[in-house]
């Protein structure tokens, strides 16, 4: 199973390791499915992850930031979404992340945003905790 993390479930999980967020950051540390991610949900996760209070709570420096970086390019599938394939009327921010969705044909995009989710009976988006339950099935 290939699955599109939103950003806010990579920070949740980072910062938060026994919430469901962090709970799905494990899975995949585990190989229970593949994940597939974009340029512009890196450089998302990069800005998040730069702010200084996400830093302080890390304990994570800025070359510690590239490091988690340069892992997610070396074990997850990147795409390129450079132009986004659908728009996102509620939050334009999140096209990019629908396209990383639609652009790599994963099976679930997985988030925690509402405008994305209420996108759900068009495309393949979860919730942390459906998707959970989902990983349970498998």
Same mark, same amino acid.
């Given at each position: ?6 950003? @806010?479930?990579?920070?949740?999980? &980072? ?11 494990? *899975? ?5 499915? /593949? ?23 890390? $304990? ?6 590239? $490091?988690? =970086? /340069? ?8 795409? /390129? ?19 990383? &969705?639609?652009?790599? @044909? ?11 989710? @209420? ?6 988006? =979860?919730?942390? &905790? *459906? ?8």
């Amino acid at each position: 199973m290939r699955v599109v993390l939103d950003t @806010n479930v990579w920070v949740s999980g &980072l910062l938060l390791p026994n919430s469901n967020a962090g709970k799905i950051l494990k *899975e995949w540390k585990g190989v229970k499915f /593949d994940v597939v991610v974009s340029s512009y949900i890196l450089e998302e996760i990069g800005k998040v992850l730069a702010d200084p209070k996400i830093k302080k709570r890390l $304990h994570w420096d800025e070359a510690k930031i590239q $490091h988690y =970086l /340069d892992l997610l390019v070396f074990f997850a599938e990147v795409v /390129d979404v450079s132009e986004s394939c659908v728009q996102v009327e509620a939050d334009p921010k999140d096209s990019p992340i629908l396209s990383t &969705l639609i652009i790599s @044909n994963a099976d679930f995009l997985i988030s925690g945003d509402n405008d994305l989710l @209420n996108l759900k009976e068009n495309y393949q988006i =979860l919730s942390i &905790l *459906e998707f959970l339950q989902k990983l349970e099935g498998y």
